[in-house]
């Protein structure tokens, strides 16, 4: 999903303007990274916290040529979903995958219904 996709999503759930919401989507990007600059983290109840860790100095790979490569020390952000965030797109995924699931078996049955019955009518 998209910046802009978030955007069309709000604004249809708040009746606000694409305009408005994308200023205030912004706006909360914006008031994101700079707690991050200042405090290092964000905890956000029932979503999740953003962190800014530092990864150690290390040699590396390149994937492409299998070249060694040294990687200085770095900052980086991580984000750790909250308990309920995980639970609900848990159970949500969950409800999904049955879901399809269960319209693969109905399709898949569907061809030997129409020739179990196609069959019996030449039986008759």
Not at 58 to 79: K, M, Q, S, Y
Not at 85 to 113: L, N
């Amino acid at each position: 999903m998209t910046k802009k996709e978030i955007v069309r999503l709000v604004s249809e759930k708040t009746d606000l303007s694409q305009q408005q919401t994308k200023e205030i989507v912004q706006k909360t990007f914006e008031s994101i990274i700079e707690v991050l600059v200042k405090d290092g983290r964000i905890e956000l109840r029932n979503f999740g916290v953003f962190e800014v860790k530092v990864r150690a100095a290390r040699n590396a790979r390149n994937p492409r040529t299998g070249v060694e490569v040294w990687v200085d020390e770095h900052e980086t952000v991580a984000f750790k979903p909250g308990k309920m965030m995980v639970a609900k797109v848990q159970r949500e995924r969950q409800k999904k995958a049955k879901k399809a699931a269960a319209k693969k078996v109905a399709k898949a049955a569907k061809p030997a219904k129409a020739a179990a019955k196609k069959a019996s009518k030449k039986s008759r």
